[in-house]
Structure formats: structure tokens, C-alpha cells
């Protein structure tokens, strides 16, 4: 192939996007008959406030990523993540913003904290496979992206992606295997041009 697993994965890594932060749910009312709250009342609206600044901090974050701030969205992680340890979309952002000043290690590091707290985000295992390719570790890039296709099997830029990387590493069989998969994805997408790449890519794999 002409584009080797590294610079295809390379294109890649300015399209990161840290995870949607799901909308903190609006305190019910209080009731007009009952003036005063319930202590469960009152602890259920404080927790709807932190979650509320929690969503603001990160959509500041995310802004100041979006618009090449990477410093600033970083300075921004780094004082969320101190009261929410816990938080794995922050620190997927982070490494994000990390990647794209070129703090591959710290990146890294990041994603594998993501990934700890919860091992099904997707797009963090595909982040990370991008991050290990770009730091030598295309094995350990590979086994992000079969894990990724395992949990996400409707992906066709997962199969794509390790259709090449399997390629690249002289497994041609399951290479062939992944390429097809993700070829007849893109047919049921109606996506010609990836259907053409991956058509002419499988053609130079021997039976």
C-alpha cells in the first residue's frame, strides 16, 4: 500500500473529539402546597448544580480545544479533573489536547486513565490507538482496535483502520478479513470512495 498504517492513523489525530457530556437532568419544582424542600430534595438540587458547572467546565474546555487553545483547554482539565478523579470524559479531552501539542506520553497516559474508569469508550481506544502508532507501539495500537471493533462490530473506519494495521504487520489473512468487513459497510453506507480505496487495497492482498 502506498499510505502505511502510521500515516493513515496520523490524518487522524486532529479529528479527536472529546466525548458528549450528557445533559445535567433540571431539579424538579418544589411543590407550591410544601414550601420547604426535603433533605433528599435538597441534596438531589445541589447535585444537579454540580453537575450543571461540570457540563460548563467541560463545554469550556471542549470550545478551547475546538479553537486550537489546547493550552488553555488543558489549564481547564487540570483544575476539573482535581475535584472529579473519577470524570473519565475529562480525561480523555485532556489527552486529546495533550496529542495535539505533541505531549504523546502525557496523552497516553490520559487515555489509559479513561480507559480504566471505563474500558467501553470507543473513541478513547481509538484516540489511544492513534497515540501508540505514533509512539512506536503499533501491537499495542492493534489490540485498541480490535477491542474497539469488538465493542463497536458497525464501524466501518474500526475495521478499516485495523484491516491496515493488520496488513502492515503481515497478517494478511485477517487483514483481508477486517478490509472486507469494513468494505461491506461502507457499500451499505453508499460510501463510494471508501469502497473503491478499500477495493483496490484488497486487490493487491493474494488469496
Not at 83 to 88: I, M, V, Y
Request: net charge positive.
Amino acid at each position: 500500500m502506498q499510505r502505511t498504517f502510521l500515516a493513515l492513523l496520523s490524518t487522524l489525530c486532529w479529528l479527536f473529539s472529546t466525548l458528549p457530556v450528557a445533559a445535567a437532568p433540571k431539579p424538579k419544582p418544589v411543590s407550591k402546597q410544601n414550601s420547604r424542600p426535603s433533605a433528599a430534595e435538597i441534596q438531589a438540587a445541589r447535585a444537579n448544580v454540580r453537575r450543571a458547572q461540570s457540563n460548563t467546565t467541560l463545554n469550556a474546555a471542549q470550545s478551547n480545544y475546538d479553537q486550537g487553545k489546547y493550552r488553555e483547554a488543558i489549564a481547564i482539565y487540570d483544575q476539573y479533573i482535581q475535584g472529579h478523579k473519577q470524570d473519565a470524559t475529562a480525561y480523555a479531552g485532556r489527552g486529546n489536547a495533550r496529542f495535539a501539542l505533541g505531549d504523546k506520553q502525557g496523552a497516553l497516559g490520559d487515555f489509559d486513565r479513561a480507559l480504566q474508569l471505563d474500558p467501553k469508550l470507543v473513541p478513547v481506544l481509538r484516540n489511544r490507538a492513534i497515540t501508540k502508532v505514533n509512539l512506536g507501539d503499533k501491537p499495542g495500537a492493534i489490540a485498541d482496535l480490535r477491542r474497539a471493533v469488538q465493542l463497536q462490530p458497525q464501524d466501518a473506519e474500526l475495521h478499516y483502520l485495523l484491516g491496515l494495521g493488520l496488513y502492515e504487520q503481515g497478517d494478511r489473512l485477517a487483514a483481508k478479513q477486517s478490509l472486507q468487513k469494513a468494505l461491506g459497510l461502507y457499500q451499505a453506507q453508499g460510501n463510494t470512495t471508501k469502497v473503491q480505496k478499500i477495493t483496490a487495497i484488497l486487490r493487491k492482498i493474494p488469496a
